[in-house]
Nanobody
Framework: QVHLVESGGGSVQAGGSLRLSCETS????????VGWFRQAPGKEREFVASVKWSGWPTRYADSVRGRFTISRDNVKNTVSLQMDVLKPEDTAVYYC??????????????????????WGQGTQVTVSS
């Protein structure tokens, strides 16, 4: 079993930075793709970034490309999302997710909710103008 826990959320002013972390208890994450999604009030949960088990390649939503960086440390069993130049529209609950149905996947990097089967509880990010 994989149990995901996000941390690092908080409140910042526009232009600031935050670093989110996704950790797991139980089975290691090192064989699975991991993604970050976010959900703002009244909106659908949307894709932010994802990374293959090996650390490359990565995929980003157009809205965050160039500002956010996803990375993983398979020794520490964590996946991070570095968020820079934050904007008020980045305000949302951020979720970590993984696809445990495919180990060491060679498929293209997933970007849709349906491609991930295990989700964390989320961490709130609030960006004020």
């Amino acid at each position: 079993q994989v149990h995901l826990v996000e941390s690092g959320g908080g409140s910042v002013q526009a232009g600031g930075s935050l670093r989110l972390s996704c950790e797991t208890s139980g089975r290691s994450l090192d064989m699975y793709t991991v993604g970050w999604f976010r959900q703002a009030p009244g909106k659908e949960r949307e894709f932010v970034a994802s990374v293959k088990w090996s650390g490359w390649p990565t995929r980003y939503a157009d809205s965050v490309r160039g500002r956010f960086t996803i990375s993983r440390d398979n020794v520490k069993n964590t996946v991070s999302l570095q968020m820079d130049v934050l904007k008020p529209e980045d305000t949302a609950v951020y979720y970590c997710a993984t696809d445990t149905t495919r180990r060491y996947s060679t498929a293209s990097v997933p970007t849709t909710r349906g491609e991930f089967d295990v989700w964390g509880q989320g961490t709130q990010v609030t960006v004020s103008s």
